[in-house]
């Protein structure tokens, strides 16, 4: 029997269970190509790009000129001005490779305060403006000039980014930026899960940035759980000056999709004041499956909403494995299949179903699924 009071407040929380497209589409439903449309989810403000490497064009823009803070995406300028000056062969020493790889892999905040700290800071995106004919991209703010996450950037300058690396920069400078956006970790350096938006919408191949703040968010739970540690360097909320907001909780993904980086995608996202990690998840999840992506393979399956804190994802259906991961409160996940397995309980409830989550390559107790059955009525049995 479901736990369908929490369920039901869960609902509240996400939105609903919605499948790929708006939050009213009925729970587990089957991901289907989408036409050209964005999807905004209600209270998100949004730029999108989405550009076409076979055809020249862009297949989606939506405010794609807007300036957001750039949050982590800014990490891929850092990189690209580490590397600028370092030709013919741009051999990049092992001692740097061991603060670039976690940027741009794993988004570590500590290699980007120490770069930004000793390379000019502000400078830095001034130079790579000029560089690269960036439209709309912007130094922080008078007063924040420490802040590498309040450069301000846009989608299509995201795109310009991207068609740099992949059309125009030396070989060696491409291979070890994209080499590294490939193996994009799931688990983030501050343990926020980050393959949301491109990542979770697409099929591999696939290359990612994705950038992630806001007070609101609560603390990264992403691997196994252990004691608590610190978290990294997390932006503080202070007034802001006019221009680009820096108070709403931001998320966005970056990255290519296809077979030889066919698409680049950018998706900027801002959300209402106190929105969980796990509600903007979901919406970018949302926005990100509505796009128009050439040459994207679509993530198989049913898309339903999660309740509950941090639920355990296990190799196996039981508790007797120890986690792999842990959901962010209250996601939207991917379910290929289901299974009996060992019966879990939550007084006065009981459910011996489990679903696969074939993005996690692991188990849930169905019981945190929002669905009104212990076994979800649309998803085959594995």
Same mark, same amino acid.
């Given at each position: 029997?479901?736990?369908?009071?929490?369920?039901?407040?869960?609902?509240?929380? #996400?939105?609903?269970?919605?499948?790929?497209?708006?939050? !009213?589409?009925?729970?587990?439903?089957?991901?289907?190509?989408?036409?050209?449309?964005?999807? /905004?989810?209600?209270?998100?403000?949004?730029? /999108?790009?989405?550009? !076409?490497?076979?055809?020249?064009?862009?297949?989606?823009?939506?405010?794609?000129?807007?300036?957001?803070?750039?949050?982590?995406?800014?990490?891929?300028?850092?990189?690209?001005?580490?590397?600028?000056?370092?030709?013919?062969?741009?051999?990049?020493?092992?001692?740097?490779?061991?603060?670039?790889?976690?940027?741009?892999?794993?988004?570590?905040?500590?290699?980007?305060?120490?770069?930004?700290?000793?390379?000019?800071?502000?400078?830095?995106?001034?130079?790579? /403006?000029?560089?690269?004919?960036?439209?709309?991209? *912007?130094?922080?703010?008078?007063?924040?000039?420490? =802040?590498?996450?309040?450069?301000?950037?846009? *989608?299509?300058?995201?795109?310009?980014?991207?068609? =740099?690396?992949?059309?125009?920069?030396?070989?060696?400078?491409?291979?070890?930026?994209?080499?590294?956006?490939?193996?994009?970790?799931?688990?983030?350096?501050?343990?926020?899960?980050?393959?949301?938006?491109?990542?979770?919408?697409?099929?591999?191949?696939?290359?990612?940035?994705?950038?992630?703040?806001?007070?609101?968010?609560?603390?990264?739970?992403?691997? &196994?759980?252990?004691?608590?540690?610190?978290?990294?360097? %997390?932006?503080?909320?202070? %007034? %802001?000056?006019?221009?680009?907001?820096?108070?709403? &909780?931001?998320?966005?993904?970056?990255?290519?999709?296809? %077979?030889g980086d066919r698409s680049i995608v950018a998706?900027?996202?801002?959300?209402?004041?106190?929105?969980?990690y796990g509600k903007a998840y979901t919406d970018?999840?949302?926005?990100?499956?509505?796009?128009? /992506?050439?040459?994207?393979?679509?993530?198989?399956?049913?898309?339903?909403?999660?309740?509950?804190?941090?639920?355990?994802?296990?190799?196996? &259906?039981?508790? !007797?494995?120890?986690?792999?991961?842990?959901? &962010?409160?209250?996601?939207?996940?991917?379910?290929?299949?289901?299974?009996?397995?060992?019966?879990?309980?939550?007084?006065?409830?009981?459910?011996?179903?489990?679903?696969?989550?074939?993005?996690?390559?692991?188990?849930?107790?169905? #019981?945190?699924?929002?669905?009104?059955?212990?076994?979800?009525? !649309?998803?085959?049995?594995?």
């Open positions: 029997m479901k736990l369908r009071l929490l369920a039901a407040a869960a609902l509240l929380l #996400i939105g609903g269970a919605a499948g790929p497209a708006a939050a !009213d589409t009925p729970a587990g439903q089957p991901v289907q190509p989408r036409a050209a449309s964005v999807e /905004v989810p209600a209270g998100v403000s949004a730029g /999108v790009a989405v550009f !076409d490497r076979r055809t020249g064009t862009f297949t989606e823009q939506f405010n794609s000129s807007a300036g957001f803070r750039s949050a982590s995406v800014v990490k891929l300028l850092l990189a690209l001005d580490y590397l600028w000056n370092r030709g013919p062969d741009y051999t990049v020493p092992s001692a740097d490779r061991a603060w670039l790889e976690p940027m741009l892999r794993s988004s570590n905040d500590d290699a980007a305060n120490n770069y930004w700290s000793d390379n000019g800071g502000t400078a830095i995106i001034t130079r790579m /403006v000029s560089r690269l004919g960036l439209k709309d991209t *912007a130094p922080p703010p008078t007063g924040y000039e420490g =802040y590498w996450g309040y450069t301000a950037l846009s *989608a299509r300058d995201t795109v310009t980014i991207y068609r =740099y690396l992949l059309d125009s920069a030396p070989g060696p400078m491409r291979d070890f930026v994209m080499g590294n956006l490939r193996q994009s970790t799931r688990c983030a350096s501050d343990r926020f899960d980050q393959h949301f938006g491109v990542a979770g919408a697409f099929e591999k191949p696939w290359a990612v940035k994705q950038g992630w703040a806001g007070s609101s968010y609560e603390k990264g739970t992403c691997g &196994p759980p252990r004691a608590a540690t610190a978290t990294g360097t %997390a932006s503080p909320a202070p %007034a %802001a000056p006019a221009g680009v907001d820096l108070t709403r &909780p931001a998320l966005h993904s970056t990255g290519t999709v296809g %077979a998706v900027f996202t801002l959300h209402p004041v106190g929105t969980s970018i999840g949302r926005l990100t499956r509505s796009l128009n /992506v050439p040459g994207a393979a679509r993530a198989a399956g049913w898309w339903y909403g999660t309740w509950s804190d941090h639920v355990n994802v296990r190799p196996n &259906p039981d508790t !007797d494995t120890s986690p792999i991961t842990q959901l &962010p409160a209250g996601v939207e996940v991917l379910v290929s299949c289901q299974a009996r397995g060992e019966e879990v309980r939550v007084p006065p409830y009981t459910n011996e179903w489990w679903a696969y989550l074939p993005q996690y390559n692991g188990w849930i107790s169905n #019981i945190y699924i929002n669905s009104p059955d212990n076994k979800m009525p !649309d998803v085959k049995d594995c």
